[in-house]
């Protein structure tokens, strides 16, 4: 009798285009395991991109995800955002619950070395933010925020909302979320965070932060800016052309455009950092359930490749979408 573990697995297999297929699954190895999903979370930004074609050729190598299958720009088996359960294989890892960057599949062998075990007192569910919170920790890092500043988050997606958050637990910070969504109100003052429309932000800060991926939201960092602030750039565009407004005041006043992006460690902390300890530290801060407001859509395995296209529409309200693999979404 065959009892080779099966499989499926979601694809993007071309424009606006995906679909579940079986995929290949041996039984686990010394050193690997043999996980059963339980969740995975859809990142909006970098899979829109995705599934739109539009990830530039310059970077079908760097923006490859660790368990990646298949090339850009399709078909790829694209995700990193899975938490499961093992079922065989590593004897400290059997019956826990892990993170791993791990595609949309619903079973799947890997290195044990690649899963981190979900800390007790986190639901399965909300640990698929792992992935968004190492964002926010990289761009803390980039910012580099003090006590009593006062900082703008420009861009009121996950992302823009879990920097915030971080921000917000420094002692005596004052942080203002800005989004064109005036709902987003409600989510940031839930997460203990002030909230502004684009034509009431803040001026003068002394960090801001950029996740709108969008021109029109650069332009609102920059003129949220302090003389001499620095404007740390979350957003990855893809390959589309930016405007942004480098003229008028922005030398005078000495404004710093950071980028920061989370597949790379800052340089001063690469010595003592591995990707692995940012992990642990982006799990280790998913405690508050506060955060389960994070998470707005859920689907059922089967039914991603019907909705996907919807999820990750620009013009949705989507924050979190995360993928349910056994019962019912929600």
Known sequence: MDDTPRSQALWYTGPAQCAIDAAPCERPQAGEVLVRTLFSGISRGTEGLVLRGEVPESEWQRMRAPFQAGD?????????????????????????????????QDVFVLPSSACVPVPAGIPAERAVLASNMETAINAL?????????????????????????????????????VDTNA????????????????????????LVFHTSASSAGLATALACAGDGTSVVEMSWYGDRDVLAPLGADFHCRRLKL??????????ERQARWTYRRRLETALSLLQDSALDRLISHRVLFPDLPAQLPTLLDKASDVLTAVVVYDGSPG
């Open 258 to 267: 950071i980028s920061s992006q989370v597949g790379t460690i800052p340089a």
């Open 72 to 104: 850009f720009p399709f078909p790829v088996k694209y995700g990193y955002a899975n938490v499961g359960r093992v079922l065989e294989g590593d004897p400290a890892l059997v019956d826990r619950i892990v993170f791993s960057l791990y595609p949309h």
């Open 183 to 206: 709902a987003r109100s409600r989510t940031a003052a839930e997460l203990g965070l002030e909230f502004a429309l684009p034509g009431h932000a803040p001026r003068g800060q002394d």
């Open 141 to 177: 890092w980039d910012g580099k925020p003090s006590p009593g500043d006062h900082i703008c988050v420009v861009g009121g997606g996950v992302v823009g909302l879990l920097t915030a958050y971080l921000a917000s637990r420094i002692p005596a910070t004052r942080v203002t979320l």
